[in-house]
């Protein structure tokens, strides 16, 4: 069984907040690199969809961004950092 924990560290730049992310990541065991999503780059209506791929249906939808960052992720932890 698996349990799901969602984080949410929130402080001025420069606090440590992605070097917890990374321990966390390292303590988890990963093999790869954290993932890592700008949130800073999806400000804007018609790049929600980059992010979380198109509607099924369309020719050449896929997940998008965020699925693509869970895929790669060998312990489920994603950085979403500029939120």
């Known amino acids: 069984e698996h349990k799901i924990l ?8 420069g ?4 070097e917890v992310a990374r321990t966390i990541h390292k303590a988890l ?14 400000s804007s209506h018609d790049a929600l969809n ?3 791929g198109s509607p099924l249906g369309y020719i050449g939808s896929d997940g998008g961004e965020l699925l693509k960052r869970v895929n790669e992720s060998d312990v489920g932890l994603i950085l979403i950092d500029e939120f």
């Open 6 to 13: 969602s984080l949410f560290l929130m402080g001025d730049s």
């Open 29 to 42: 065991g990963s093999k790869t690199k954290l993932a890592k999503i700008n949130f800073g780059n999806y």
């Open 50 to 52: 980059s992010l979380i």
């Open 15 to 18: 606090v440590g907040k992605t």
